[in-house]
C-alpha cells in the first residue's frame, strides 16, 4: 500500500530522515519503533503531508504523492492522529465526529439556502455515521460530553473514532498508548485489532510501549539515525543486537 523510497528530510544541517526505505502492507498492522529522533515523527508528517521530503519518494496505491499538502493526502485516505489528542474540546463527543467527513452539504452557503432538504439528508447520514463509532468504541454514554472533559484515554479512542469517519485506507498512530491508563489502553488495543480485522483498516503505529507493539504489530520496523536498522516480527527485532544496542540500552529484559 505504502512505499518510501531513498526519503529524506533535512532541517538546517540536521539529517532527521536519511534515505529510508520500507513498505507498508495493506491489511496489516506495522509497529514503527526506534530511539528519541530516530525520524519517526518526521516521517509520518512526511505521509501526512505536514512536511514536504527534501528528497526521495514517497508512493501510496501506486501514485507518487511525496509533497502533496494533507487535505491531498486526506481525501486518499491517509489519516493520521497525535501523540497529543487534538480534539475539539468545546464541541461534544459526537459534534467531534460529525465535523470530520468532508464535503458535507451544511459547508457549502448555496445548498443551505436552496437545498435544505439535501443537508438534512446528508446531516442525517453522518449523524448516524457518527453513532456507530460511538456504539463500536462503547462511548455513546459520552456522546453529549464535552470532548475537553474526558480522560486521556477517552480522547484517544475519540481520535479512534474520528478516522472512522473517513474513508481512510492507511491510519498513522502517533503513540495511541500515550498517557492511556491500563484498562482503556487494552480496550484501544481491542478496538484496533477490530478496525483492522471487521473493517479492513491498515494501520502503521509508532509506539514506545513494546508489549502494546508485540500483542498488535506484525512486522515491526526499527529506525535508527533516519534509517531502517531491522525489520521483521516482533519476536526477531527484540532479540536482534544492533536493536539491543541502539534503542533498548543493550539489555534484553527490556523487551522480553
Keep these: 500500500m505504502l512505499k518510501l523510497e531513498n526519503l529524506c528530510r533535512t532541517f538546517g544541517g540536521l ?18 519503533i526506534g530511539p528519541n529522533g530516530a525520524g519517526k515523527t518526521t516521517i509520518f508528517n512526511m ?6 521530503p527534501t528528497s526521495g519518494r514517497i508512493i501510496f496505491e501506486g501514485e507518487d504523492i511525496a509533497g502533496l499538502p494533507t487535505h491531498e493526502m486526506f481525501h486518499r485516505g491517509i489519516v493520521r492522529t497525535f501523540q497529543i489528542p487534538h480534539e475539539f474540546g468545546k464541541l461534544s463527543v459526537l459534534e467531534n465526529l460529525m465535523v470530520v467527513p468532508p464535503k458535507q452539504d451544511g459547508e457549502n452557503l448555496i445548498r443551505s439556502w436552496f437545498a435544505p432538504s439535501a443537508v438534512a439528508r446528508r446531516e442525517k447520514e453522518v449523524r448516524e455515521l457518527a ?5 463500536f468504541l462503547s462511548l455513546e454514554h459520552l456522546r453529549d460530553e464535552l470532548a475537553q472533559n474526558l480522560s486521556g484515554g477517552q480522547k484517544k479512542l475519540l481520535e479512534l473514532g474520528r478516522t472512522m469517519m473517513t474513508d481512510a485506507r492507511l491510519v498513522l498512530l502517533d503513540e495511541p498508548g500515550a498517557g492511556v491508563n491500563p484498562t482503556l489502553m487494552n480496550k484501544l488495543a ?3 485489532r477490530r478496525l483492522n480485522s471487521e473493517r479492513n483498516y491498515t494501520f502503521c503505529i509508532i ?3 513494546m ?6 504489530c506484525d512486522p515491526v520496523i526499527v529506525l535508527a539515525e533516519g534509517d531502517v536498522l531491522t525489520q521483521g516480527p516482533m519476536s526477531e527485532v527484540r532479540r536482534d543486537e544492533r536493536v539491543l544496542d541502539a534503542y533498548l ?3 534484553e529484559e527490556q523487551v522480553a
Excluded: N, P, Y
Aim: proline letters at 0%; hydrophobic letters at 45%.
Design 15 to 32: 539529517t532527521a530522515v536519511d534515505h529510508c526505505s520500507f513498505e507498508i502492507e495493506a491489511g496489516r498492522i506495522t509497529g514503527l
Design 47 to 52: 505521509v501526512a503531508g505536514a512536511l514536504k
Design 131 to 135: 453513532e456507530d463509532a460511538l456504539r
Design 190 to 192: 481491542e478496538m484496533i
Design 207 to 209: 509506539e514506545h510501549d
Design 211 to 216: 508489549d502494546l507493539i508485540a500483542s498488535l
Design 249 to 251: 540500552g543493550g539489555g
